[in-house]
């Protein structure tokens, strides 16, 4: 059945939101994904009546059923986005339609119903709304999570017949600890994340879950973060456990590994792409080697490389570690074209850049 478009939402506050002094509180130490708003948004879709009951209401479990598809074959998606509380005190959200598009892309691919884009924007729009004094002041953000999963009662290997869709809020502050300290990267030689064909391009937990025992081992390691190589040939560098890969070369110029299906198509990167190519910055979207990532390492030529995504933002790659050993990049610091891009995707992200493409969406 055709979603309906004109989706309304029924708003219920929170009866019993956080305390103001607990809240401001929980903001003095902000790390990642701890804390929670008041509010979260749902709507739900069944095969008979498409997507229906959209509302607004406080932050609390879902009753799930033993049987619930999600529990068994992992039908579920996510995105992930943040609002920010912009210089001249407008609340803005970063490319939104983007992260809309690329959802329904993720509904597609998991065999699950796409949700009218307006729908999702409406729903994300509400929550920041009602929830906004939930947007930290100053280097914080409120991470957005909007996800779907399959709810209905049944065992059977199908597409399930009911889902629920829902967008929870959580004020956050850096994603690493060593906040904009470069940061150390294991190279994962045993595990790899996506094959052509499979879901690589999707943002389904199935990906995040298939990524944790690499993770585990990049911490292990002393590492912050993952880095996965190709699944044919094990041999081209892909991307982070949650973060698209840049190089940047002596000559200047900048490189980061193709979309083929395996790799997320992250709006930070396609932005960074575009913002390296206002600045006159020649940008390759090439595959790259880990055995050139290694001896380029060596020889100077390649003199940057940073992680970007919304979570992480973006951020330098100082060391690189491995099974046989590891090696520095550059200085082992943050670098100046890493430093520049970060500073005008943040510059527009935050409401004080020159927004020349129409990124920023003020609700
Ligand atoms: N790659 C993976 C695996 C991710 O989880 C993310 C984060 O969402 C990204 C890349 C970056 O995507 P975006 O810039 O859209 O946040
Ligand atoms: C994001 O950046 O939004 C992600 O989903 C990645 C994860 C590290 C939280």
Redesign the pocket.
């Known amino acids: 059945m055709p979603a309906s478009t004109a989706l309304t939402f029924d708003v219920k506050p929170n009866q019993k939101p956080l305390a103001e002094s607990d809240r401001l509180k929980a903001f003095e130490n902000l790390g990642f994904g701890t804390l929670f708003s008041d509010h979260m948004a749902v709507i739900r879709w069944t095969s008979e009546k498409g997507w229906h009951s959209g509302e607004i209401t406080a932050r609390a479990p879902f009753p799930i059923d033993p049987a619930s598809s999600v529990l068994h074959y992992a039908q579920e998606i996510f995105e992930?986005m943040k609002a920010y509380r912009a210089a001249d005190g407008r609340v803005v959200l970063f490319r939104p339609e983007e992260n809309a598009r690329r959802f329904n892309e993720s509904a597609r691919r998991m065999a699950m119903p796409e949700l009218p884009e307006q729908a999702f924007l409406d729903a994300v729009e509400k929550l920041v709304r009602i929830d906004a004094k939930w947007i930290p002041e100053g280097e914080g953000s409120l991470y957005l999570r909007p996800f779907m999963f399959a709810s209905e009662t049944f065992l059977g290997v199908r597409p399930s017949k009911e889902y629920i869709f829902c967008v929870i809020a959580s004020p956050v502050g850096p994603y690493f600890k060593g906040g904009a300290k470069p940061v150390k990267i294991w190279v994962s030689e045993n595990f790899t994340r996506a094959a052509l064909g499979g879901t690589g391009a999707a943002k389904c937990g199935g990906n995040y879950a298939a990524s944790l025992v690499a993770q585990a081992e990049a911490v292990e390691h002393g590492c912050d973060q993952v880095v996965f190589l190709d699944a044919a040939e094990h041999r081209w560098v892909e991307?982070l456990?949650?973060?698209?890969v840049f190089f940047v070369m002596d000559d200047g110029s900048v490189l980061t590994p193709p979309l083929g299906g395996t790799?997320?198509p992250?709006?930070?990167?396609k932005s960074l792409i575009q913002l390296a190519r206002d600045e006159g910055i020649v940008v390759e979207e090439k595959q790259y080697s880990f055995e050139e990532w290694r001896a380029d390492a060596a020889s100077g030529r390649l003199r940057e490389a940073f992680a970007?995504?919304?979570?992480a933002v973006v951020a330098g790659i100082g060391t690189v570690k491995f099974k046989g050993g590891e090696f520095q990049i550059g200085t082992g610091e943050t670098g100046p074209v890493t430093t520049k891009l970060r500073q005008a995707l943040v510059g527009i992200q935050r409401g004080q850049g020159n927004d020349q493409h129409g990124w920023l969406h003020p609700i």
């Open positions: 992930g991307e456990g949650g973060m698209n790799i997320l992250g709006i930070t990167r970007c995504g919304t979570a």
